[in-house]
């Protein structure tokens, strides 16, 4: 008897563990950071990591959203540059426009990468992996060609302002994440679009039988995440006040490590928005407090690497046991 009151407790504990573990994690996390690190717990440096989590956030939204559909999308840092240099040549002391049309020229581009993406993948029947490290090469290089290599600058400064101007004393970049993880989250909790990405990643097979366009919804969901790639683009060209065909190298790996670490599981199906940002949470806290502590950046990635495998495995086991 006391054996199957002792599994049960197991079993309860491995639930709520599963379920809140990364909330846990991040707690315990700034608990240490605050106590080895004075200087830490302080709301200016909390307000700077958001600040610094806010564009990969923003683009790690629309990773999730296409982790969710079973796929995976490797392009998003290239898409990022290219989204980001013809927003800011619309926005140069030499070629002024409103800032409308650069902020909507911008975003269009990455909608239309996110698109070519979708249509490979939905239509073409083009593996993710393959189609999306496509597109990584092809928008990099379209970002070479259309600035010959050279930064973007000269930038108006109601263009600079997006990424380092304030709205009271909240940066504009936090509220931009905030804005678009409130869409996200209304999208994909309160929508019948939400079940059916979960339904296809699911199972794709009983989703098509059950009536939902499959296709159409996969197509989506890269053109989403093409479009929030846009979105970080802009922020980081903005807060960085040039335009560089090479931003964005190895942003990938945070936007898919943030989703892992928040519980998307690679297989599809599996994942929220809310855990996403808790990841990169997570990965913005290590970050900055490894730097406040000396860490090398080297001794960073293989630390972050390292958490990368650890929620592969914890999602892998997770799965094996139900």
Not at 59 to 87: E, F, Q
Not at 92 to 104: E, M
Not at 181 to 198: N, P, S
Not at 258 to 264: K, L, N, P, W
Request: overall charge positive.
């Amino acid at each position: 008897m006391n054996t199957k009151k002792g599994q049960k407790g197991k079993d309860i504990f491995g639930k709520i563990l599963g379920k809140y573990g990364i909330y846990v994690a991040l707690i315990l996390m700034v608990a240490v950071l605050a106590i080895i690190t004075p200087s830490f717990f302080n709301t200016q440096n909390f307000i700077n990591v958001l600040r610094q989590i806010s564009i990969k956030a923003v683009m790690a939204i629309g990773v999730t959203i296409v982790i969710m559909t079973g796929g995976i999308d490797l392009s998003v840092g290239s898409v990022l540059a290219l989204s980001a240099v013809i927003a800011t040549s619309f926005s140069t002391s030499d070629n002024p426009h409103p800032l409308a049309i650069s902020l909507l020229l911008g975003i269009l581009v990455g909608l239309v990468c996110g698109a070519v993406n979708g249509f490979c993948v939905a239509w073409l029947k083009v593996a993710a992996f393959i189609a999306t490290l496509a597109m990584t090469t092809a928008a990099r290089g379209l970002a070479m060609i259309y600035t010959n290599g050279r930064p973007v600058i000269n930038i108006l400064p109601e263009y600079t302002n997006i990424g380092n101007g304030f709205v009271g004393a909240v940066p504009i970049p936090i509220i931009v994440m905030v804005v678009v993880i409130v869409i996200a989250v209304y999208l994909m909790e309160f929508t019948k679009y939400g079940r059916y990405i979960r339904a296809v990643g699911g199972n794709e097979q009983a989703a098509l039988v059950s009536g939902i366009n499959v296709k159409l919804i996969k197509f989506s969901a890269y053109a989403i995440a093409g479009a929030t790639c846009a979105i970080a683009g802009i922020l980081l060209s903005a807060r960085t006040m040039t335009g560089q065909p090479a931003s964005g190298e190895g942003y990938e790996l945070d936007a898919i490590a943030a989703a892992v670490i928040g519980g998307a599981s690679l297989s599809g199906g599996v994942g929220t928005i809310s855990g996403t940002v808790v990841g990169m949470l997570i990965l913005g806290v290590l970050t900055n407090g490894l730097d406040m502590l000396g860490v090398s950046s080297y001794y960073q990635q293989v630390i972050k690497g390292v958490i990368i495998v650890a929620a592969v495995l914890l999602d892998r086991k997770k799965h094996s046991n139900e």
